[in-house]
């Protein structure tokens, strides 16, 4: 079993910045990528990045620019460094691990999210 945890959210006003932290433990053998999910209230889960490995990192175009994601991979974790925050940001944020566990199967694993709100 791979446990996801997330933590960093909460409110911010509008310009400004939040950086969420995500950790994987558990049966972990090889840890594929990290991936940042977001559901704004009332609307599906979109990706807003991923990174596989320790670079080339992807975005959703709506955070291009504004939004890094990192990895500490000897320790398992994934950061969202999120600036220039805007009302549209918020959501609830989900971390997802592309795990290959120590039995060679390979497991999407999610974790149960951190809200973020940005507000006035």
């Known amino acids: 079993q791979v446990q996801i945890v997330e933590s960093g959210g909460g409110p911010a006003q509008p310009g400004e910045s939040l950086r969420l932290s995500c950790a994987a433990s558990g049966n972990i053998f090889v840890l594929n990528a990290m991936a940042w999910y977001r559901q704004p209230p009332g609307k599906q889960r979109e990706l807003v990045a991923t990174m596989t490995g320790g670079d080339n990192p992807t975005y959703a175009d709506s955070v291009k620019g504004r939004f890094t994601i990192s990895r500490d991979i000897p320790k398992n974790m994934a950061y969202l460094q999120m600036n220039s925050l805007k009302f549209e940001d918020t959501a609830v944020y989900y971390c997802?691990?592309?795990?290959?566990?120590?039995?060679?199967?390979?497991?999407?694993?999610w974790g149960q999210g951190t809200q973020v709100t940005v507000s006035s």
């Open positions: 997802n691990a592309d795990v290959l566990t120590h039995q060679m199967t390979r497991i999407s694993s």
